[in-house]
Each structure stands twice: as C-alpha cells, then as structure tokens.
C-alpha cells in the first residue's frame, strides 16, 4: 500500500539554526499537508499546500515556516531560526482530495 | 469550550471486550469525521471517516456520528492485543483542510 514517507527519523539541531523536513507524498495526491505533536499535547495544523501554493495556514505557521515543493516528489517544510519550543513531531500528510488525509511516521525534531 | 474534545484516558480492557471510544466538538460545522490509530513512534492511521450522521462499519471497527450531539463514537468489537494504540478522532469543517484533532485516548488491550 502507498505510503507518505519521511526523513530524517529524527533531526537534532541547536537553537538558532535552520532545519528542512522532507517528505515524499504518495505519487497521485495533490493536497500536502504539515501538521506537529508537542510531546504530551495534540496534534495541530501547520500548513496545506495545493496547486503549488499555501492554501491554508495556521496562527503557528509565522514568518519562520516556509513550505516548497521543489520537485515532483518532494515536500519540505523549513524552520528558519529554530528555537527551543519548536521541538516535537512533524507529521507530513497528502491527500487526493482535502480528505481523508494519510499521514507518516513523523520526524522528531530536538532542539537544543 | 474546546473545540473537539476527548477523554485522554488511560483505558484499559480485557482481549475480547467491545471498547468505546468517544469525542465530543463544539463547531456545528464540522462536517467531515476520521478516527486514527497511532502506535507509539508512529504517524496517525486512517482508520475511519464518514460525513454523515449514523453509523459506518469496517470489520471489527464501527464509527457512529450524532451530529445532533456532537457526539461521535468508534467501537471496536472482539478487541485484540494489536489494538493496544492511542486513538485520534480528528474532525473537519466543509471547505476546509485543517484536521482539528482530539487529544487522543490511550488503549490497552490485556491478553
């Protein structure tokens, strides 16, 4: 069965540096998505991205995310300036249509 | 009030029991109901979704939607160790992409 697959499995980085997420949706879906896990807390929206463009954002998802498809397979998401509290799980997700969305297995992204 | 809530629990049953897991929101125009599973280390995965009101079955697996309540409910039949997961309802208003998702409910199943 397609699957949304991610890398790394785990990214550390100090504080103040920048960081790519990197996702491969599943080859036919044209709706991606960036969704992140504080540990303990819900998961939440970041981002939605169709078309080649930001079709909606959540309040978290300010000046220091920036999203690309840089090709035909992949789906980064960067956080510019990393600071202590954006550590958690980013999740990518894609979709045929804006439902139902398949996610991965995350990357867990350490500041420190 | 939150917009979806769910009862984190721990909860815990013994293998062959019915579990009813259940979610609660407050926006009447959430529209578009799906229940993950997520094992530990894992992403969320799909397990159910429907958008209308009433009951869909998959198996052992049995969403049920009372958009009247606001209430919906997955119930899972003969359960079985492998179903020891954390469960996520995440809800969806039409013409929207974001998943709003509860905060999830830890299941074990005891062999």
């Known amino acids: 069965e397609p699957e949304v697959t991610q890398t790394p499995s785990h990214q550390v980085t100090q504080m103040g540096q920048e960081v790519i997420l990197r996702c491969v949706p599943i080859?036919?879906?044209?709706?991606f998505y960036w969704y992140r896990q504080i540990l303990g807390q819900k998961v939440e929206f970041l981002v939605s991205?169709?078309?080649?463009?930001?079709?909606?954002k959540s309040e978290i998802f300010d000046d220091q995310f920036s999203v690309e498809r840089p090709d035909g397979s992949n789906f980064t998401l960067k956080i510019r300036s990393t600071k202590l509290e954006d550590s958690a799980m980013y999740f990518c997700?894609?979709?045929?249509?804006?439902?139902?969305?398949?996610f991965g297995d995350g990357t867990r992204l350490s500041i420190l | 009030q939150k917009e979806v809530e769910q009862d984190p629990g721990p909860l815990s049953v013994p293998e062959g029991a019915i579990v009813s897991l259940n979610c609660t929101y407050s926006?009447?125009?959430?529209?578009?109901f799906m229940w993950y599973r997520q094992y530990s280390r894992k992403g969320p995965e799909l397990l159910m979704y429907?958008?209308?009101?009433g009951n869909k079955e998959d198996g052992r697996f049995t969403a049920q939607v009372d958009k009247s309540s606001k209430y919906i409910s997955l119930f899972i039949r003969d359960s079985q160790p492998s179903d020891s997961a954390t469960y996520l309802c995440?809800?969806?208003?039409?013409?929207?992409?974001?998943?709003?998702f509860g905060q999830g409910t830890r299941l074990t199943i005891n062999p």
């Open positions: 997700a894609s979709s045929q249509a804006p439902r139902p969305q398949h």
């Open positions: 080859s036919n879906h044209l709706y």
């Open positions: 991205f169709y078309n080649n463009e930001i079709s909606e």
């Open positions: 926006n009447s125009a959430f529209q578009y």
């Open positions: 429907t958008y209308s009101s």
């Open positions: 995440a809800i969806q208003i039409q013409g929207a992409q974001k998943l709003v």
